[in-house]
Each structure stands twice: as C-alpha cells, then as structure tokens.
C-alpha cells in the first residue's frame, strides 16, 4: 500500500486523487502523422484536508421501504415485507436507489451536492453485509453503465455478469447525480447492512500542468479511482464543466511531456475556473 | 468476497421435516432451503445439535429438484452435538449455474419442537 492512501482506502491529506474517465475519446488532428487520435481523459485533484477524520463511517441499513419497486431474477414481481429489506430473487429498479439523510444539501442522495461546492469532493466506499449482495452505481443516476463488448451486450446487477459482491468504491462529484443497484440471487430475503467509508476531501486542481504531467504519467503517486462509466453521458460532462471549468486532462504519452504541459496550461489558464486551482 | 452466515432453526412437533434456516442478523425470515449465490461456494466451518435426540441431514441440489446428501449428523440423546472444522472448512456446494441450494431435514422419534440446530457456514466466492 502507497502512502497516498490511509487503512481504510482514503486518500491522506497531502496526497493527489486521479479520476480516470475510461471513456476513449476519438478526435481528427489535421496536422497529426495518425488520422485519428484516441486518448482518455482524468481529473487530478489535491487532497489539502479531510474534514471530520476521526469518524469517517456511517452504518445505516438499505434504503428501501416496502412500496420500493424491485425487478425479479424469475417472473415474480418481489416485494419488501419491511424497510431496509432486500426480497429473495429481487433486484433494484432501474432508477436504483440513494441514501436519504435530513439536513443535508440534497434530501434524496446524502452524497449529492451542487456546484458551490466545487471545492469538496465525496470518496465513497460502500460495504454491504450480507457480501454476497450485488452491488452497483449508475452515473448518472439511473443509467446502467454496464456494458460488454463496446456497447454490444448489455450486462450489470441484472445478468449473470458486470457487477461485483458486496463492495465499491466511488466518487461523489457535485452536479452529478449517482445511484446504487442492489441485487440478490439467493432465495432468503436479507435484510442487508450498508457501511460507508468515506472521505470529505477539500480538494483543489493542481495549477501547475507540471505536476498533473507527473500525477497522469504515474511518476507522482496518486490514488486512482474509475468512474463507472462505459459511455460519456452527457450530465456527466457538463456536470464536471459547471463545477470545474472543464471535464478533464487529456492522458498523454510518457514521452509526450511537452506538449502535455503546453496542454494542461491552456485547460488551467483557459477552462478551469480559477476557484478551483491551488 | 467472505461471508460468515450463522444459520440456525428448531425442529416443529413432527417427527419428520425440514429446517426453516435463518441467521437472525442478516436474514429477514427462515428459508427451507438455501440458494447459493451465482460462483459461491458453501464452506461449513461447524455445526451444533442441541436438545432432545434427532437426526440432521444436510442435502445439496444442482438444479433445485434432485437433492443429494452430503452429510448426517446423530444427537444420540439429550444434550448438545458440536463439531468444528478448525481451519479446513468443508466446501460442500459449489455454484456454477446458481441453481444450486442446500437444505437441513430433521427426523426424530417423539413429535416435539424441543431440538435446535446451528451451521456456521461461509458463503465464498474465493478459494
């Protein structure tokens, strides 16, 4: 383990968090040898503090209630028989769900927050218990992301495949709507635990397009996190550019450091809302 | 992944039946069978037999219809039964299609509900 990150996954203060966007942008370059160029973007975020480190846990059962529409692995259609319960054979609705908690920015999603708050940024790690819970995020939310072969077969919480057991990590952006897929195969209806571990990062852009070379090249240490996402919708973009300025660096060559740099200074001087830099 | 469920359940007052299995902490009612997770394994680490005498069969089903047993336990007389597997847990049922699902029957000679069982099993989806 790097000492970017703490024990429980969460990025120390000091310390740098790459967001990669795994979606591959195509772009025609006139004056480019290749015809097409085919790179990723990321965002690079500097962790300067964490706020209420001492208690950065909240365990809290699921957010469903027995008027919570579920679809069924069979041809049931699966009800809850109490809050908090996750019906046999029985997985969320494609909405997904969210975690509701009062006083906060947004009643529906404890983890949504707006633009103004440009400079906190949600580390989220969810643990299920039962583990043998399907767990999965739409971003947006909403919009199954799960994807086989480019975009030819649909998969996630639904199919036999695309998802994970019990755990994942994500980051909560502001603007950016998210939602969580649960799923259970067995036949028992469980009543699952959900433990977030989670860092309130105060987060700035790096202004110098030195260290974001260093950060995306991987000669910086950086704790990397994906976003779940096959496509590049649309609320995701413009949620990134309403909150930063822009939706990210463009992933360079190693051996393209010139003109990497020339090209994270444009974004810094040029897109990234100069609140956001330090 | 590693779960470690806690599945116990009485026995009724009949002579013959099967085990509503439930682990209070995660379940939300007893099952009389249990449906692996797709690409989980079953591994028993233990097990408790309490009460009056009863037999206890575990049975396994690749497709949910046909049952196999895998194993069958014998409280002789009043008391309690226990048995641990220390660190070499027996895998028992393996998904593959994830039809596959394990069940507990009880059998006794007297038709009373004064009997337990208790399975420590893991449901894995690790060697």
């Known amino acids: 383990m790097s000492n970017v990150i703490d024990k429980n996954g969460l990025v120390n203060p000091g310390g740098y968090l790459t967001v990669f966007n795994p979606v591959v942008t195509s772009e025609r370059t006139p004056n480019s040898p290749m015809p097409t160029t085919r790179y990723n973007k990321a965002l690079v975020f500097k962790v300067m503090a964490r706020q209420n480190v001492q208690g950065e846990k909240y365990t809290r059962s699921l957010p469903t209630t027995t008027s919570t529409t579920f679809r069924s692995y069979d041809s049931a259609t699966p009800t809850a028989s109490a809050d908090g319960c996750l019906p046999g054979r029985a997985y969320t609705a494609s909405a997904g769900v969210q975690f509701a908690l009062s006083g906060t920015e947004d009643l529906q999603d404890m983890w949504k927050t707006n633009k103004d708050y440009y400079d906190r940024l949600f580390h989220v790690i969810l643990n299920v218990s039962p583990g043998f819970v399907r767990v999965g995020v739409d971003m947006p939310s909403g919009t199954n992301q799960a994807k086989f072969q480019r975009t030819k077969k649909i998969v996630g919480i639904g199919t036999d495949f695309g998802w994970r057991y019990g755990n994942i990590e994500t980051v909560a952006f502001p603007e950016i709507d998210v939602s969580y897929q649960f799923g259970n195969t067995t036949n028992a209806e469980l009543r699952p635990t959900c433990t977030f571990t989670y860092g309130e990062y105060v987060v700035g852009i790096p202004s110098d397009p030195e260290i974001i070379f260093r950060v995306l090249s991987g000669r910086e240490p950086s704790h990397q996190v994906d976003l779940p996402i096959t496509t590049y919708d649309a609320a995701v973009s413009q949620g990134f550019v309403r909150t930063y300025g822009m939706d990210g660096f463009r992933v360079y060559p190693t051996n393209q450091s010139a003109a990497a740099v020339a090209d994270y200074q444009r974004v810094i001087s040029e897109e990234c809302f100069a609140r956001v830099l330090v | ?127």
Request: a negative charge.
């Open chain 2, 1 to 127: 992944m590693k779960q470690l469920l806690r599945l116990t359940a009485p026995t009724k007052g009949t002579t013959t039946g099967t085990f509503e299995l439930s682990d209070p902490n995660y379940f939300y009612a007893g099952v009389s069978s249990f449906r692996l997770p797709l690409g989980c394994r079953a591994k028993l680490w233990g097990y408790t037999l309490s009460g009056t005498a009863f037999n206890a069969t575990l049975s396994v089903s690749h497709d949910g219809t046909n049952w196999t047993e895998a194993a069958h336990w014998v409280l002789v007389d009043e008391g309690t039964l226990h048995h641990t597997y220390k660190n070499r847990p027996e895998v028992f049922l393996e998904s593959r299609s994830g039809l596959e699902q394990f069940k507990v029957e009880w059998s006794q000679g007297s038709a009373v509900a004064t009997s337990r069982i208790s399975l420590l099993v893991e449901i894995s989806d690790e060697e």
